[in-house]
């Protein structure tokens, strides 16, 4: 068991069930910090693809990790990204590093090393509390913190979000993005089966708001402050 030194609530999920969003959302309303752990895997895909780096070679994804950093600011009022003083919020949000960013996910010493910078982020002096989302915070990253949530919704409504959001692509293209990374991903982590003592959300008729609130509400029945 950890001894976390704050209030750890873990999120996970499929792509465009709402995770940064809401988790973001929720760590503003209860005063907590936020760190998007996806963020970090898009980083080390956005620093392949700048170096030109082979996909398939593990070891050359695993040799940039010392490059990475640790440029994720967790203030969920000022979210920036940076590797080595290069802002790179926006940039690892395009399709050209969503397409890469599972082949990064997949190399076991990745998992490992991030894992590692996560959870102590995670125990960093801070606020009181601090939200995670990801794909295996409930499960790998801390499987004993205090409020664990699996937030999903249906894949047609989840892609639906996802075209909202990227209306330069087809609606196939994004349908596609979304499907294609899901079962790529879950050949690495299991984040459609909520694991034992992991609460599942389901956004799929719930507003914005509506899945804000039920998560905090979850955190406050489980770590009242
Ligand atoms: N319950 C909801 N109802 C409507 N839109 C939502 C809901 N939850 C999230 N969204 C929107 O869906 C899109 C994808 O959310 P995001 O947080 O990026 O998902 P994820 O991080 O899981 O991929 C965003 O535009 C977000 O505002
Ligand atoms: N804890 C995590 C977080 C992300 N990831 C990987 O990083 C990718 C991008 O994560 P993300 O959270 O930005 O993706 P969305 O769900 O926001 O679309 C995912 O598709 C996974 O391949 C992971 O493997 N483990």
Do not use: C, H
């Not at 309303?29 to 963020?39: H, I, P, Q, R, V």
């Not at 949000?93 to 998992?111: D, F, G, H, I, M």
């Amino acid at each position: 068991m950890t001894r976390w030194s704050r209030v750890v609530v873990a999120v996970d999920g499929p792509a465009g069930s709402g995770k940064s969003s809401v988790s973001r959302a929720a760590a503003r309303a209860l005063g907590y910090e936020f760190l998007d752990t996806g963020a970090a895997y898009r980083a080390l895909a956005w620093l392949g693809l700048d170096r030109g780096i082979d996909f398939d070679d593990e070891d050359a994804i695993v040799s940039l990790l010392d490059e990475l950093g640790d440029g994720i600011s967790t203030d969920p009022d000022d979210l920036r990204v940076t590797i080595g003083g290069t802002d790179v919020t926006e940039d690892i949000r395009q399709p050209r590093v969503s397409k890469v960013v599972s082949a990064v996910a997949r190399v076991p010493e990745v998992r490992t090393r991030l894992n590692e910078g996560f959870r102590s982020r995670l125990n960093a002096p801070g606020r009181p509390g601090i939200v995670a989302e990801g794909r295996d915070i409930t499960t790998v990253v801390a499987p004993d913190a205090p409020v664990r949530v699996l937030l999903t919704a249906d894949e047609g409504v989840r892609i639906q979000r996802r075209r909202a959001e990227l209306t330069d692509q087809s609606a196939a293209d994004v349908a596609r993005s979304v499907t294609d990374r899901d079962r790529k991903d879950s050949k690495v982590v299991d984040f459609m089966t909520a694991a034992e003592g992991v609460t599942t959300l389901d956004s799929t008729d719930l507003s914005f708001d509506e899945t804000v609130d039920a998560m905090v509400a979850l955190v406050r029945s489980a770590a009242p402050s």
